[in-house]
Every structure is written in structure tokens, then in C-alpha cells.
């Protein structure tokens, strides 16, 4: 089975310092990825996805970037943190996949998350 | 476009009673569904899911949700609740574009009175 890898598990930043957060996967290959974000007290938003190397896709404007250099890892990225950019951050994965005929029999995998505090 | 309606924000039960948290979802074909769980300062961990067949899915930690075409639900129970289950519990369904992104209700707050 597959295995999420996020680092750091918490962050501290000042307003305005560039942002790096890191995802890796182990277990699986050509996965779908994705950045969720959970702001305090609120459910959780979907930041960005990617379908393979290279490719990202944006689902919400926002001071946040994001970037699939290999198969196994998706970076979210800022140049300029703003108070805004605070929250949980999730990294899920998703492998398997064939839902033409009803045969996904593996799940969104989330990764244990990096909390980020903006000061 | 799909989405996922938690009608309840907070519920609030005493231990040892029954459970039922409800889902909504829209979606015109047979969606694929799941419930999570989220401890205070955790990441989310899979209670169940529903892809196909029998519309009762039994789940981890004595958790079963029943599939509802006719009503659009996808409602997840407990016969007892412990103390431990106090926690926020997101309904999500896959998107069937070519993101197959979940789409998360905005959660439940369970609070267990001793």
C-alpha cells in the first residue's frame, strides 16, 4: 500500500518569507496528487492537483503555487506569505484508478499534514 | 456540478447512545462516497467508502453508512458511542471529471457527553 510523506509537520513563518511545503509518495507510481488546505475552524479546500509531471492544476486563485518535478513528489510553494496562508495542509494520493466500470477499489490516501502558522 | 451537504454542524450525544450524522450529496449517477475522520490537531483517517453493491458499508471503529439513491443520503452510524469518537467527521464524494478530486462537506462536530 501506499505511503504519504509530508514535511515539516509544523511551520512558523513571518509574514512575507517564501514557502516551501514537500509531498512524497512511496508504494505507488503515476499517481494523481493534491494539496488540500484546512483553515482553522473550516473544512477543507482543494488547492491544486496534478496528473502527472509537470502538470498542475489551479482550483482557487491564491498567493500559493504548486509543482510536480517527479512522479512521487508535489511541492506547494509561496513567494510571499500572507496571514491568510494559514492553516493544516494535506497532501493526498489516489492510484488504481478505474471508475469506468466501477472497479476503484483504492482510496485517496491523505498524508498526516503540515501546520502552518503565519505570523 | 457535485456537492456534499452536512446539514449538522455540531451533535452532541452521551456516551454509550446511537449515532447518526447525515450526508447530502447532488450528483445525477451512482457517486462514489466516503466518510473521514478527524481528531483535534490530526490528519484524516478513512471510516468507510462506497463504490458499488451492498448499500450498507460496514467501516473501522464500529461504523457503518447506508447508501440512499432515493434520497441522496449517505448517512453514517454507530449503535454506541465512546468517548473517543468525539471528533469531526467529513462526508466526500469523487469528482467524475478528470481531476477525481474528493468534494468534502463542510463536517460535523461530534461532542461526547460522558
Known amino acids: 500500500s501506499q505511503t504519504i510523506h509530508q514535511w515539516p509537520a509544523t511551520l512558523v513563518q513571518p509574514v512575507g518569507s517564501p514557502l516551501s511545503l514537500e509531498c512524497t509518495v512511496e508504494?505507488?507510481?503515476?499517481?494523481?496528487l493534491y494539496w488540500y488546505r484546512q483553515a482553522a475552524g473550516r473544512g477543507l479546500q482543494l488547492l491544486f492537483y496534478?496528473?502527472?509531471?509537470?502538470?498542475i492544476s489551479s482550483e482557487v486563485p491564491q498567493n500559493l503555487s504548486a509543482s510536480r518535478p517527479q512522479d512521487r513528489q508535489f511541492i506547494l510553494s509561496s513567494k510571499k506569505l500572507l496571514l491568510s496562508d494559514s492553516g493544516f495542509y494535506l497532501c493526498?494520493?489516489?492510484?488504481?484508478?478505474?471508475?469506468?466500470?466501477?472497479?476503484?477499489?483504492?482510496?485517496?490516501?491523505f498524508g498526516p499534514g503540515t501546520r502552518l502558522t503565519v505570523l | 456540478a457535485q456537492s456534499v451537504t452536512q446539514p449538522d454542524i455540531h451533535i452532541t450525544v452521551s456516551e454509550g447512545a446511537s449515532l447518526e450524522l447525515r450526508c447530502n450529496y447532488s450528483?445525477?449517477?451512482?457517486?462514489?462516497l466516503f466518510w473521514y475522520v478527524q481528531s483535534p490537531g490530526q490528519g484524516l483517517q478513512l471510516l468507510l467508502k462506497?463504490?458499488?453493491?451492498?448499500?450498507l458499508v460496514q467501516g473501522i471503529k464500529g461504523f457503518e453508512a447506508e447508501f440512499k439513491r432515493s434520497q441522496s443520503s449517505f448517512n453514517l452510524r454507530k449503535p454506541s458511542v465512546h468517548w473517543s469518537d468525539a471528533a469531526e467527521y467529513f462526508c466526500?464524494?469523487?469528482?467524475?471529471?478528470?481531476?477525481?478530486?474528493?468534494?468534502f462537506g463542510s463536517g460535523t462536530r461530534l461532542l461526547v457527553r460522558p
Open positions: 493526498a494520493c489516489i492510484n488504481g484508478l478505474d471508475f469506468s466500470d466501477r472497479a476503484y477499489t483504492d482510496t485517496q490516501y
Open positions: 508504494g505507488t507510481s503515476n499517481p494523481n
Open positions: 496534478s496528473v502527472g509531471i509537470g502538470q
Open positions: 450528483y445525477g449517477a451512482t457517486p462514489y
Open positions: 462506497y463504490f458499488s453493491g451492498d448499500t
Open positions: 466526500a464524494v469523487v469528482s467524475m471529471d478528470s481531476s477525481y478530486k474528493l468534494i
